[in-house]
């Protein structure tokens, strides 16, 4: 089992910023891929951004130029840095946690992240 706790979401204005965090715990492997993903009511959950434990990622086109993925393999530890967000960006933000490339097999709780015009 792998647990995920997260932090770091809130209100903000329009064109501001956050950081989201997630720690992983518990029986995790070395090669890994965590990331990030979000759901409004009504809608799929969407991919926002992913990274292996390698350094590969991948990100959402609507983010890119705005939201940068990072993690500290030493912490198991993955950041979400938002910028210029928009109230579209509204939404729950889910952690995600894979034991191989590309792959989800846990979530976290969710953090709530409001983005006010």
């Known amino acids: 089992q792998v647990q995920l706790v997260e932090s770091g979401g809130g209100l903000v204005q329009a064109g501001g910023s956050l950081r989201l965090s997630c720690a992983a715990s518990?029986?995790?492997?070395?090669?890994?891929?965590m990331g990030w993903y979000r759901q409004v009511p009504g809608k799929q959950r969407e991919l926002v951004a992913v990274i292996t434990s390698g350094g590969s990622t991948k990100l959402a086109d609507s983010m890119k130029g705005r939201f940068t993925i990072s993690r500290d393999n030493a912490k198991n530890t993955v950041y979400l840095q938002m910028n210029k967000l928009k109230p579209e960006d509204t939404a729950v933000y889910y952690c995600?946690?894979?034991?191989?490339?590309?792959?989800?097999?846990?979530w976290g709780q969710g953090t709530q992240v409001t983005v006010s015009s």
């Open positions: 995600s946690f894979g034991r191989g490339a590309w792959t989800t097999d846990y």
């Open positions: 518990g029986s995790i492997f070395s090669f890994n891929t």
